[in-house]
């Protein structure tokens, strides 16, 4: 079985995948109780014109599309960035065994860093969550695109 890191690395090809096209820079991968990646996707709202567009999802909805269903029993997500709600009610839903992500996001991160919705008591499905994998890379990765654009409105 391969490493998290592994994983996270595919993740953040995703990542610089959307980083290329304008996009905020996330990527993810789900890895199936096998190991192998069954879904990838990166961040594309502005070019899907799809506020649900998130890297998350579309790794989801690609990795119900090559497994023939939604829900992904046994299947781990690695994200570059700390899942937020709607991703995280997604990863639930999808009845994801695992999650793995990079950076924490604190502004709307659902794990640690505003909340933590993996462990409400109402919900009927327990997933593993594990943060801070390869999380120095991801934030270069972030600061990057992020001072990027900032000088590209700044004209500096």
């Known amino acids: 079985m391969r490493s998290d890191e592994f994983y996270m690395h595919r993740a953040l090809d995703q990542a610089r995948l959307a980083g290329e096209a304008g996009e905020v820079p996330v990527g ?3 890895v199936d109780a096998a190991g192998e990646i069954v879904g990838e996707g990166y961040n594309a709202p502005v070019a899907d014109h799809d506020p649900s567009a998130h ?8 990795a119900g599309a090559r497994l023939g269903n939604y829900r992904l029993d046994g299947c781990t997500l690695f994200v ?8 995280t009610g997604a990863i639930i839903h999808a009845r994801l065994a695992r999650v793995v992500y990079g950076a924490a996001e604190p502004r709307t991160g659902m794990v640690e860093s505003r909340a933590n919705l993996f462990a409400q008591p109402w919900y009927n499905h327990r997933v593993a969550v594990e943060g801070g994998v390869l999380a120095t890379r991801v934030s270069k990765l972030l600061k990057a695109f992020f001072a990027e654009r900032r000088s590209d409105t700044t004209g500096g």
């Open 55 to 62: 890297a998350e999802i579309r790794a989801l909805r690609d």
């Open 80 to 87: 570059t960035l700390e899942p937020c709600l709607m991703c």
């Open 28 to 30: 993810a991968v789900v």
